[in-house]
């Protein structure tokens, strides 16, 4: 069974504070996708990373996959209460193929202002 | 674009009844995705086209849950007949041909069956 667990499972901080969360599987992805998700609302794409060891940066939010790609991580810089919200990563397991996207269950993010 | 929409939001039945949900994608996606979240369980992919073709319904819980997709523009996931523990939040995504463009998610709908 391809399992993706995330850690952690909740997270509550203060405004200004930075945070990871991580994305770990015993299989390897041909690619990595993170999504967040606001209460009622549908998971929205941040960002999908391909090559192990690849690091990518959206604002305050870098992304990096490890460089067997079994794992990623999310660091947030300066956290912000818009940052609140459900965040998802998601693998595929074989190239090109849409099929095989697997979800892991999320890491619920609060943060105070 | 009006993104992937989405019909109803929120739907309240009670066991026994049959429940249908609506979905319409993109326009120039091939593929069609339904999912089901749940605390407990996540998102769970239930069933998946490709160019209004079913490619994996392994994910489907049992007989009671069927899918359509008639033509590229409308998919409906039914669910008869409906029992307490199908309530979830019930989403449908589409996506283009190429595997690292993400998927687009609808709003989804809240299933609850009393």
């Known amino acids: 069974t391809q399992l993706l667990e995330q850690s952690p499972q909740f997270l509550s901080i203060q405004e200004g504070e930075n945070l990871t969360v991580y994305c770990n599987s015993s299989s390897v992805f041909s690619s990595l996708q993170w999504y967040r998700q606001e209460p009622g609302e549908g998971p929205v794409l941040l960002v999908t990373v391909v090559t192990g060891g690849e690091v990518k940066k959206l604002k305050r939010l870098t992304f990096q996959f490890g460089d067997a790609r079994k794992d990623s991580s999310l660091h947030i810089t300066a956290a912000q209460p818009g940052d609140t919200g459900l965040y998802l990563c998601?693998?595929?397991?074989?190239?090109?193929?849409?099929?095989?996207?697997?979800f892991g269950k999320g890491t619920k993010l609060s943060v105070k202002p | 674009d009006a993104g992937v929409i989405q019909s109803p939001r929120h739907e309240v039945t009670e066991m026994g009844q049959e429940v249908t949900l609506r979905c319409k994608p993109i326009s120039g996606h091939d593929y069609l995705f339904w999912y089901r979240q749940t605390m407990m369980r996540g998102l769970e992919l239930l069933i998946y086209f490709n160019n209004n073709v079913p490619i994996d319904d392994s994910g489907m819980p049992e007989d009671r849950f069927s899918a359509k997709m008639p033509n590229a523009s409308f998919s409906t996931l039914k669910i008869q007949p409906s029992e307490p523990r199908d309530s979830a939040v019930y989403f449908c995504?589409?996506?283009?041909?190429?595997?690292?463009?993400?998927?687009?998610f609808g709003s989804g709908t809240r299933l609850t069956v009393v």
């Open positions: 998601a693998g595929a397991f074989v190239q090109g193929s849409q099929g095989n996207l697997i």
């Open positions: 995504a589409s996506s283009k041909k190429t595997g690292v463009g993400g998927y687009t």
